[in-house]
């Protein structure tokens, strides 16, 4: 018996290993039994014989490897891998404000909507064209912000295009 007046039920008369927490109650942490050791404890799934094992922390290249949270024994901790060049609002927000700028001086050439529809195709297209380019070799921040604004400045062609065709005049030709 302890001081509280009870004994764990698994241990009579040997005080649990934490004061105040019965191995009954939830949240309570179990008592050690004897002949038990933590590092016997299995550390990962056994998988089945056709998958090779997984190889340890030390030979995956690159990436911080997390430390496990111990509420499942999920064998060896995966690497974390962070995104080298992110993409940010700046970036974004300058490549958005260029592709706008280009669409309106497009759109400013144009002395009919025929022209204006066709220029605009032309001026979207081309900045598709930069923003793939910028997406695998350059800044991708600015690649999404021109390929959103060209797309904004194409729709509006397009609806400038579908107007007009409901009206019964197509432009396109």
Do not use: C, K
Not at 12 to 23: C, L, Q, S, T, V
Not at 39 to 64: C, E, K, N, S, Y
């Amino acid at each position: 018996m302890t001081d509280q007046g009870w004994a764990a039920p698994d241990r009579p008369g040997a005080a649990p290993d934490r004061p105040g927490a019965a191995p009954d109650r939830p949240g309570a942490q179990p008592t050690r039994h004897e002949g038990w050791d933590p590092a016997t404890r299995p550390v990962r799934i056994t998988l089945p014989p056709h998958i090779p094992p997984v190889p340890p922390p030390a030979q995956w290249p690159g990436g911080r490897v997390p430390p496990p949270s111990g509420l499942i024994p999920s064998g060896p901790p995966r690497p974390v891998y962070r995104e080298p060049l992110p993409v940010r609002l700046g970036p974004t927000a300058a490549g958005a404000a260029s592709a706008a700028l280009w669409m309106l001086l497009f759109g400013l050439l144009a002395t009919t909507a025929r022209s204006y529809a066709w220029l605009s195709f032309g001026a979207g297209a081309a900045a598709w064209l930069a923003a793939l380019v910028l997406a695998r070799f350059g800044d991708r921040g600015v690649a999404v912000g021109i390929a959103v604004s060209a797309a904004v400045g194409v729709a509006v062609a397009g609806i400038v295009v579908t107007i007009r065709w409901a009206t019964g005049n197509w432009l396109l030709w």
